[in-house]
């Protein structure tokens, strides 16, 4: 009688709390909370790498392309969550913790996109602290770099040496079909007519499909890193050779004047339709090394005494770098390149016609007071100048198209063209609503060199064959709409 009451007792008593609770390592429920924790924290830490990139996105400078990485960057952190594991490889998780810290001191003292670059990669670093072991980690930190805003920056520092390239494959390509054809810088002339090879021309846009193709496929199929690392090598190839062959029929066609409206579009479309699947056919081939299973969720290196220590100090790091850039105000390294340069005179007539200076607007204020040299606006009565008065190469002195398109435009008719007195101009028209504007832009050094490119001139000019100060001149006229006509 005395053993069924004690078996009774025991029976009906109270479970412990910890049996109640589900246990944090079981898989699929809450084993992941602390990991995803983790992965979180990190992110906030790194805030102004991600405030950079919305408001560059906010803005209309650059292609919102990186939202199709950041969502296959979501899928997959979903899908590796259960097998995350709460103790993490201690070299990955310094390698992030050191990403993390530099990224907050280059955001603080240098170029926003290169803290964004380090802080993304501190961000795969540390999801691949957490991965189980063997888990392929290289697709993810490619698609990592990939979500950020990075299209204008490679167009502008990539642009100009990838239509160079470009337009000198192109040139052989046609003089093998028959075409005169002849590259001046990155342009061509082609049966005797200057033929622009512009910044889609560049294949820069192209450039990041393929490799997100690359990345997406490697990490679907669960290819190992050195698998991947070796097939991806071949994606850059492919992309030139799609770009060379999109060029040359565009040129091609235009030189004979049998290009319609659209077509540069559709030939666009379908030679990247084809980049992309030949790259998918490349990475995604099986091999007998490829497509690794889902490992287990894995033991790190031991809690106890050793678990402690770690997350401590981790998150002291990360509360240093979330809180020193409140504290410490951005010194942009630009704002110092002008200290002490000569002003030039700002111009006073406009082709016979007197200028009269115009106020700058409270952002144009603002831009003004960080770039290295002066910008003015001025007005002849029939269009708007802006004058630039630059010092130093610099990322900051954008081309008249990206400028347009974050305020709204719709850019068209891209062109070289010469003016009465034979200079050689960049134009296109910009579109918003019922208003269209005519805008034309050149580069002029002080030893006379000229570009109609910013890409150009800033190599020229990083490299010595171009000397300052440069004169960069903004020509808008707005043109007469058709509902006006």
Do not use: K
């Amino acid at each position: 009688m005395r053993a069924c009451s004690t078996r009774w007792a025991l029976a009906m008593r109270p479970a412990r709390v910890d049996a109640i609770v589900a246990p944090v390592d079981a898989p699929g429920r809450l084993a992941p909370l602390a990991p995803l924790a983790w992965l979180a924290t990190f992110a906030a830490a790194l805030w102004p790498a991600w405030a950079w990139a919305a408001a560059r996105l906010a803005d209309g400078s650059d292609d919102p392309l990186g939202l199709a990485a950041i969502a296959v960057l979501a899928v997959a952190v979903v899908r590796l969550a259960p097998q995350l594991r709460r103790e993490p490889s201690m070299p990955w998780l310094a390698i992030a913790a050191a990403l993390a810290a530099a990224s907050t001191a280059v955001l603080a003292t240098g170029p926003a996109l290169l803290g964004a670059l380090l802080a993304a990669l501190s961000l795969a670093a540390a999801l691949s602290a957490f991965m189980a072991i063997g888990t392929p980690s290289l697709a993810l930190a490619g698609l990592a770099v990939l979500a950020l805003p990075v299209v204008s920056s490679l167009q502008f520092y990539a642009g100009f040496p990838l239509r160079v390239i470009t337009a000198e494959a192109s040139t052989r390509l046609l003089d093998v079909l028959g075409f005169a054809a002849e590259r001046q810088g990155s342009a061509m002339v082609v049966d005797g007519r200057l033929v622009i090879v512009d910044a889609p021309c560049s294949g820069v846009q192209m450039v990041w499909m393929a490799y997100f193709c690359a990345c997406t496929v490697a990490w679907w199929a669960r290819l190992p890193d050195r698998v991947f690392a070796t097939r991806v090598a071949g994606v850059g190839l492919v992309v030139l050779i799609g770009n060379v062959v999109r060029n040359s029929v565009l040129v091609g066609l235009e030189a004979r004047g049998t290009a319609p409206a659209g077509l540069h579009e559709a030939v666009g479309t379908v030679v990247l339709a084809l980049v992309c699947i030949a790259v998918v056919l490349i990475v995604g081939r099986p091999s007998r090394s490829s497509a690794l299973p889902l490992p287990p969720a894995a033991e790190g290196w031991g809690e106890g005494r050793s678990a402690a220590p770690w997350r401590l100090r981790l998150a002291f790091v990360l509360a240093a770098c979330g809180a020193l850039p409140c504290i410490i105000d951005r010194n942009d390294a630009a704002t110092e390149s002008h200290i002490g340069a000569v002003p030039t005179e700002l111009p006073r007539e406009w082709n016979g016609r007197p200028l009269r200076p115009l106020a700058l607007g409270a952002v144009e204020a603002r831009f003004a007071s960080h770039f290295p040299g002066r910008i003015a606006r001025l007005t002849d009565e029939q269009s708007v100048l802006v004058w630039r008065d630059v010092t130093a190469p610099t990322r900051m002195l954008h081309p008249a198209a990206d400028c347009y398109r974050g305020l709204g435009y719709r850019i068209a008719d891209a062109r070289l063209e010469r003016d009465a007195g034979g200079l050689l101009w960049r134009s296109f028209v910009a579109t918003r609503g019922g208003l269209r504007v005519r805008v034309a832009e050149r580069i002029v050094g002080h030893d006379g060199s000229a570009f109609t490119d910013a890409s150009a001139w800033f190599w020229a000019a990083r490299l010595g064959r171009s000397q300052g100060p440069w004169q960069a001149i903004t020509v808008a006229t707005p043109l007469q709409t058709e509902a006006s006509s």
